[in-house]
């Protein structure tokens, strides 16, 4: 089973920033955070991962807490095309990802 | 575009009969995994191949069995296919086993 929370659905109004919560409380001191997403019937498109530190790149932000426990991926300015399922993943060992059921964002005009 | 392709895109089987997906894994990587998507729920880990051995497998019976070749691209074969192996498959290729991972697009297999 995957080590990660996510609510199950949010929306979101186009051009506001998108802020998505992910709880992984037993997430143990070597486990990277990744974040994918999937647009209906597509392959998951990698989005974004970390450590500790909080990174950014072109398509999102990724907040850590310090206590590692919990992470929130923002999209800055979400478009409608940001619509998709969100994953937030723990990396549980030295090959498997393991998807929960993800956020459904629905980003509206 | 991840440049990891899947082929084919749609198939249908019917049950007891095998199957074979290919992947083409993107330019220099070594490392693809595979993953059965079913209707409305995440991907579900099936396995990985790093050089041409496996890596690691998920909670999947042995009829579903795998080979990478030497130019890394890779075949998921599934042998006695039951009604209930009607998922996406999906292959995803990393340039090393711990990092991230880019999805190809598919295969939606029906069994009836």
């Known amino acids: 089973d995957a080590k990660t929370t996510q609510p199950p659905s949010m929306d979101c109004a186009e051009g506001r920033a998108a802020n998505l919560p992910c709880n992984h409380s037993?997430?143990?001191?070597?486990?990277?955070v990744y974040w994918y997403r999937q647009i209906h019937s597509q392959g998951p498109q990698y989005i974004i991962h970390?450590?500790?530190n909080n990174e950014t790149n072109e398509m999102a932000s990724l907040i850590i807490t310090e206590d590692r426990k919990s992470s929130t991926l923002i999209l800055p300015h979400a478009t409608l095309r940001d619509t998709a399922v969100y994953y937030c993943?723990?990396?549980?060992?030295?090959?498997?990802?393991?998807f929960g059921a993800g956020t459904r964002l629905t980003v509206k005009p | 575009e991840t440049g990891v392709t899947q082929s084919p895109t749609h198939l249908i089987k019917t049950r007891g009969q095998q199957v074979t997906l290919r992947c083409s894994s993107q330019?220099?990587?070594?490392?693809v995994s595979w993953y059965q998507q079913a209707l409305g729920q995440g991907p579900q880990f099936i396995f990985q191949?790093?050089?041409?051995?496996?890596?690691g497998r998920g909670n999947f019976p042995p009829r579903f069995s795998g080979l990478q070749f030497p130019n890394y691209s890779s075949e998921l074969n599934v042998n006695a296919l039951e009604l209930d192996d009607s998922a996406l498959y999906l292959c995803?290729?990393?340039?090393?086993?711990?990092?991230?991972?880019?999805f190809g697009q598919g295969t939606r297999l029906t069994v009836v």
């Open positions: 995803a290729s990393s340039p090393s086993p711990n990092t991230e991972a880019f």
């Open positions: 993943i723990v990396r549980v060992g030295v090959a498997d990802m393991r």
């Open positions: 037993t997430i143990s001191g070597n486990e990277y």
């Open positions: 970390g450590l500790k």
């Open positions: 330019s220099g990587h070594n490392t």
């Open positions: 191949y790093y050089r041409e051995e496996e890596n």
